[in-house]
């Protein structure tokens, strides 16, 4: 899997395909410069079950295509971490919440 920077402040990570079983999420996410739109990137990258994603700075927005077995959740609390502001957050069309579960 290669990454590939579009634009000047997007990134987007694209597989050679994209499997059927798949969910979309996209959030709303604080980010002020490059490092922030970098942290998110480099956290999703490391997510297992992501199939591609796109981080745009520009657009302050995350979308994430992942395996049918990867949580909203999980990707959420994922980019949460980074210490960057999640403002709302979908799956799949439909609107989630964007308070992060607390750690069990």
Known sequence: MAGRVTGRFTSIHTPTFIMADTHTYKFNVSMSCSGCSGAVDRVLKK??????YEVSL??????VVAKDDLPYEKVL??????GKKVNSGEADGQTQSVEVPAAA
């Open 58 to 63: 520009e657009n302050q927005t995350a979308t």
């Open 77 to 82: 609390a994922t980019i949460a971490k980074t």
């Open 47 to 52: 997510l297992e079950g992501v199939e591609s």
